[in-house]
């Protein structure tokens, strides 16, 4: 047992655990006792979850800044397991005392009291920093973004004369976490998130159209800032934009698809990431339930899911449970070998956690979600891939996606796309939905191309309510005969 | 479950940040103040699956400075309410406005502030002493019946009661300094069906600002029961053109989208497509559309909105033809209109324009009388999916439901997308029911959309 942050622990880690000391005194000994609380009562796990986050966001609209927000969020979590119940209760008071009191309240899934023994916390913290960063985000000055954002703004209608309006927003966020458990787990990180977004809407007669491009990630502000960087975001807004506006209508029904590298991957995380989540097969209410180890993609797809890629939005050094975040490989050659784990359902399921455990805040209990979900790379030229499909869709763009785990069928919306003739790239389609039945569309996979890229670092995948930043990636595929949801028919 | 501080203490809390906020150089400044006391637990097969708790008090504080050429505007937002970080806040808001653009059209309102708090029926001072156990009771009924109601529901999502109580407290620098009270109820019950390689999940849910207004919790499982067991067996259908109905469940997120496009901010910013049609027919004659604040009981319902502004009764749509947009103080500047008394505000950020119980207005018949005047189509129970785009209304969405052949239903249907126009779509809405049931603060009878696309084979 140590007060000291002196381990071998990351410099993330130790400015975090010196935060909680030296703003809350929250040391290992009163973490100890705040935990002893809940295990008065007959339970198998505790785990407390103190919160400090400053998030503030700035907004550009009709060529000026009109508003600056700041957010602090502060707040303890304390969860008591039990078998499959949880006790859960959070307050909006960071200190021990609400801990204590909360614990109370969590413990009282159980009604029989125990014997157990004293906590003892065992000083642990990630070795690695993913996000190493010299100012935190929230410390750039707002005038600064301020300035910046008024830049982008003349850059972009500049461009083309059709842009009649330009929004612009800079979000930032610094958080930094405390998770101590029953076990003796206690671990702390400092998470950076920075995020640009820049929607432009162009008019053409009677036409409007948005273009939307954002970008962002675990790190430096000044990454974002340089001109090279935002300034092709912005270009790629108006190509999207000036693109629809002669965007002819989508086709609709079955038919071939490639979809481009990069964010079409959301395709994974709808298709098959949520599915492969452990409480749904814990539970055997997912289509994926009972299939580890048989063929659900078709060979050549090999897909992960990595929460250890330096500096990406949906990167963690450790998860909201204290487990280090890996890489986990999902489907390997088309076979389903590993499903995404917390501890509650790792326990359940007799397997390791896979440092999969994640929430929103301390205000929401922790559950199996994704973190940085994409599929390898394969051989193919992308152009041989468009080659092999005479009449077909070719999706590079997309706006969100949705799944029911159940039965199994999942939608994605593309927001650019064209045509595909007789192997060649044809006219631009109006966004449509693209449907599709997750334990069998990636064993239509035929084509998978050289080009992996992972997004831009803009995905916010929500379930049971809860928000929670993450990533994809995809290089170019065929998929075969996918239901278009165009107007053509 | 209570809110453990007396309102006038809370009151006190928000005429402090108001001071502080003129202290540091505010022109003008208005503050939200929201506390909550929230519960929920669900029950899984015969098992508690969880139990939460939470007391929470969040402070959002809008400062506005003078500026060259109109006020700076910043808002911060805490949950520590503690005097010092209460002052230190309202300085930081101050601080964060001088950053920001001089707007001519930002500020407070002027005028027009509710006069009176009416009691809207938001709450039952009783239910505040309903036990856990009562509640973990009512999860288990909805499971029970869920899970007894076929032989082919084996397995279920569980069954969810909850309970929240807040208050809001609002004020501003021109002196307004009202609160009220509310609560809401609800039990959820997702039950999963098997039969053969077909699985498949659905749900029925019951909300109410009182307790005793909830609908039986065993008829709750049932109604799940009944909606799951339907879809099993679905199937795809060949790509077509068919009438579309959107049954009960479905048909209020048309009506929530129509409305993210009579938005004021979506007009001033001219992203909607209906942004020149003010006046104009944009519906079909059988399409009324209403908002109204002070609906009694309704679950949007509020005497005052995030501005201090009485709320009313506005008719968004009548008889096909656009009548009013959604505004709040800064939607109505810009657009040279008073605000509609739609400013919805939670602490975090500043105000905006939305919605508070809105619904179609009711036709005539029955779900299964409109089925039966259907000779081949589709009924919609349920949407997947984001594909709509306000500013040019094309519409595509993942859509599950059953088929219908003379009238009536001969299949579940899955793994389709419906699309089309929404300024079609509206124009060809040639049916509307008469069931209105609200369960969350937008509400339709079910509708008919002449013609749509189906994707389907």
């Known amino acids: 047992m140590s007060n000291d942050a002196s381990d071998s622990t990351s410099p993330a880690s130790e400015r975090a655990l010196a935060f909680f000391q030296d703003e809350f005194a929250l040391h290992d000994r009163s973490l100890a006792t705040a935990l002893d609380t809940a295990l008065e009562r007959q339970i198998d796990y505790a785990d407390l979850y103190f919160e400090y986050t400053t998030t503030d966001s700035v907004a550009l609209e009709e060529g000026i800044v009109k508003s600056g927000d700041r957010h602090l969020e502060q707040g303890v979590g304390v969860r008591a397991i039990r078998g499959e119940r949880q006790g859960y209760a959070h307050s909006d008071d960071l200190s021990l005392d609400s801990a204590r009191l909360a614990a109370g309240t969590a413990r009282a899934i159980a009604d029989e009291t125990s014997g157990h023994a004293p906590v003892a916390i065992d000083s642990r913290g990630p070795e690695r920093d993913l996000y190493p960063i010299s100012t935190a985000p929230t410390d750039v000055p707002v005038a600064d973004k301020v300035g910046w954002l008024n830049e982008i703004d003349r850059y972009a209608r500049g461009k083309d004369n059709r842009i009649s309006q330009v929004m612009a927003s800079v979000v930032s966020q610094q958080k930094h976490v405390l998770v101590a458990a029953s076990d003796g787990t206690r671990v702390a990180d400092v998470l950076p998130l920075v995020r640009l977004n820049v929607q432009v809407l162009a008019a053409d007669g009677s036409r409007r159209e948005i273009g939307y491009q954002g970008a962002g990630g675990r790190f430096e502000l000044a990454d974002l800032q340089d001109p090279a960087r935002w300034q092709t975001l912005v270009d790629e807004a108006i190509r999207i934009a000036l693109l629809n506006l002669e965007a002819e209508a989508c086709p609709a029904g079955a038919m071939d698809v490639v979809l481009g590298p990069g964010w079409p991957g959301i395709l994974l995380h709808e298709a098959i990431g949520h599915g492969l989540e452990g409480d749904f097969n814990r539970k055997k209410t997912s289509a994926f339930s009972d299939k580890l180890g048989q063929r659900v993609a078709a060979e050549g797809v090999t897909v992960v899911d990595d929460g250890t890629i330096p500096g990406r939005r949906g990167s963690l050094n450790v998860d909201d449970e204290g487990t280090p975040t890996q890489r986990n490989v999902l489907i390997e050659d088309g076979i389903l070998v590993g499903y995404m784990q917390d501890r509650l359902n790792a326990g359940l399921m007799g397997v390791a956690p896979t440092g999969n455990g994640r929430r929103e805040s301390y205000a929401h209990l922790p559950l199996p979600r994704m973190t940085n979900t994409f599929m390898l790379a394969g051989e193919e030229e992308p152009e041989d891939i468009l080659r092999s499909v005479d009449n077909g869709l070719y999706a590079v763009s997309f706006g969100g996606g949705q799944v029911d785990i159940t039965s199994g069928k999942f939608v994605f919306s593309a927001s650019e796309a064209y045509r595909i003739e007789n192997g060649r790239i044809g006219a631009p389609v109006k966004g449509a939905t693209l449907i599709g039945n997750g334990p069998d569309v990636l064993t239509r996979v035929s084509r998978i191309g050289h080009d992996l890229a992972l997004d831009e670092g803009v995905g916010t995948c929500g379930k049971d309510g809860q928000g929670v930043p993450v990533g994809v990636g995809l290089p170019t595929i065929r998929v075969d005969a996918l239901t278009v949801g165009g107007t053509e028919g | ?457």
């Open chain 2, 1 to 457: 479950m209570s809110l453990a501080d007396p309102v006038e203490n809370m009151k006190a809390i928000v005429e402090r940040a108001l001071d502080a906020a003129k202290q540091a150089g505010a022109t003008q400044a208005d503050v939200m103040l929201v506390e909550s006391d929230d519960r929920e637990v669900r029950v899984r097969g015969d098992e508690v699956e969880f139990v939460k708790q939470a007391q929470e008090r969040g402070l959002g504080i809008r400062a506005l400075v003078e500026g060259k050429d109109g006020l700076q505007t910043a808002v911060v937002s805490t949950s520590d309410l503690a005097p010092d970080a209460v002052d230190r806040m309202a300085a930081e808001a101050v601080a964060l406005a001088r950053e920001i653009a001089p707007d001519p059209n930002a500020g407070i309102p002027e005028s027009g502030f509710a006069t009176s708090i009416p009691d809207l029926d938001l709450f039952d001072p009783a239910d505040r002493s309903v036990s856990l156990d009562a509640r973990i009771e009512d999860a288990k009924q909805a499971e029970a019946a869920a899970r007894s109601a076929d032989p082919r529901i084996d397995n279920s999502e569980g069954s969810q009661a909850s309970d929240g109580f807040a208050r809001i407290i609002y004020g501003n620098s021109h002196g307004f300094l009202e609160s009220y009270e509310s609560a809401s109820h609800g039990l959820f019950s997702e039950p999963l069906a098997r039969d053969g390689d077909s699985m498949q999940r659905d749900y029925w849910m019951t909300v109410s600002r009182h307790l005793s207004r909830l609908e039986d919790p065993a008829e709750v499982g049932r109604k799940a029961a009944a909606r799951v067991v339907r879809r099993l067996g679905a199937k795809r259908v060949p790509t077509c053109e068919v009438p579309v109905l959107f049954d009960a469940m479905t048909a209020p997120s048309l009506i929530g989208q129509l409305t993210s496009c009579v938005n004021g901010y979506s007009i001033y910013r001219e992203s909607s497509f209906l942004a020149e049609r003010m006046g104009d027919t944009i519906a079909s004659d059988l399409v009324t559309i209403i908002d109204d604040g002070r609906l009694p009981g309704g679950l949007g319902s509020k005497p005052f909105d995030g501005e201090g502004q009485a709320t009313r009764r506005n008719v968004l749509v009548d008889g096909g033809r656009l009548e009013s947009w959604i505004l709040d103080t800064y939607a109505g500047r810009k657009l040279g209109l008073p605000t509609t008394g739609s400013a919805s505000r939670g602490t975090g950020g500043a105000p905006h324009a939305g919605t508070t119980n809105l619904w179609l207005e009711p036709g005539e018949g029955t779900i299964d009388e409109l089925i039966g005047e259907i000779d081949r189509g589709l009924l919609v129970t349920e949407l997947i999916g984001m594909g709509f785009n306000p500013t040019t209304g094309d519409y595509s969405r993942g859509a599950a439901g059953l088929w219908i052949e003379n009238g009536e239903v001969v299949h579940p249907v899955e793994e389709i997308t419906i699309a089309g126009n929404l300024g079609e779509m509206l124009l060809q809405i040639d049916r509307v029911g008469s069931e209105l049931l609200w369960r969350g603060r937008t509400a339709s009878p079910p509708l008919r959309v002449a013609r749509m696309t189906v994707a389907g084979e």
